[in-house]
């Protein structure tokens, strides 16, 4: 069955480190984005991709950066983790704009 | 701007009853509607998507409705169960050019047996 995974699941940072988070969809997907869930915040989108090289900046994108070279994959990078980033990460795609997302897991990071 | 608000934040209720779930956004331009299911320390499942031409998706003893003038969603649960515990997101489309959903907060139900 296609899927959509995240990795790590639980990851343990230190201030100032870089960070990669992974996703991988099997659907063939042209859309992909990066939300970050926090308590009293909801879903705040990070990063979008409607296809591959096309990337956009969603409402909280400062210190993230994302790049899509295959239709599968979308890495999201912490540049330099700090302690606000602190959260869980979903990743999600959709096969066209307004259609049914399909989330990911998520992973659980901690920056000390 | 499009907003979308879900209220109650927390709503219990006992097992077989029937319940419904409010989102409500501030633009009627919305395009696509979803609801999503979220357990405690998991992502979100895909309930129903609604599309903009349509007024309401089943599935199961789920029942969702989108009445865009005034600007409402709602969520119907048949004849809850314990196992329907969890909490309801609704997101919608602002427009059929982008991809990007805009969330409410979610309303955490608890049914008791």
């Known amino acids: 069955d296609a899927e959509i995974t995240q990795s790590p699941r639980h990851k343990i940072t230190e201030t100032g480190r870089q960070v990669t988070l992974a996703c991988h969809q099997t659907?063939?997907?042209?859309?992909m984005f990066w939300y970050r869930q926090d308590l009293g915040h909801g879903l705040r989108l990070i990063h979008y991709?409607?296809?591959?090289?096309?990337?956009n900046k969603g409402e909280v994108s400062d210190g993230y950066s994302v790049s899509r070279s295959n239709t599968e994959d979308l890495p999201l990078t912490l540049e330099s983790a700090a302690s606000s980033q602190t959260s869980v990460y979903f990743c999600?795609?959709?096969?066209?704009?307004?259609?049914?997302?399909?989330f990911g897991p998520g992973t659980r990071l901690t920056v000390l | 701007k499009q907003e979308v608000t879900q209220i109650p934040a927390a709503l219990s209720v006992p097992e077989g009853e029937n319940l419904v779930l409010n989102c409500s956004f501030t633009?009627?331009?919305?395009?696509?509607l979803q609801w999503f299911r979220q357990d405690p320390g998991k992502g979100l499942t895909s309930l129903l998507l609604?599309?903009?031409?349509?007024r309401e998706q089943t599935s199961g003893r789920l029942n969702a409705s989108l009445d865009k003038s005034s600007g409402r969603s709602t969520l119907y649960i048949a004849a809850s169960q314990p196992g329907d515990s969890a909490t309801y997101l609704c997101?919608?489309?602002?427009?059929?050019?982008?991809?990007?959903?805009?969330f409410g907060q979610g309303t955490t139900l608890q049914v008791k047996p």
């Open positions: 999600a795609s959709s096969h066209y704009r307004g259609d049914e997302q399909f």
């Open positions: 659907w063939n997907h042209n859309n």
């Open positions: 991709s409607y296809g591959v090289q096309d990337t």
């Open positions: 633009d009627s331009a919305i395009y696509n």
């Open positions: 609604i599309q903009s031409s349509q």
């Open positions: 997101a919608g489309y602002g427009s059929s050019n982008t991809g990007k959903l805009i």
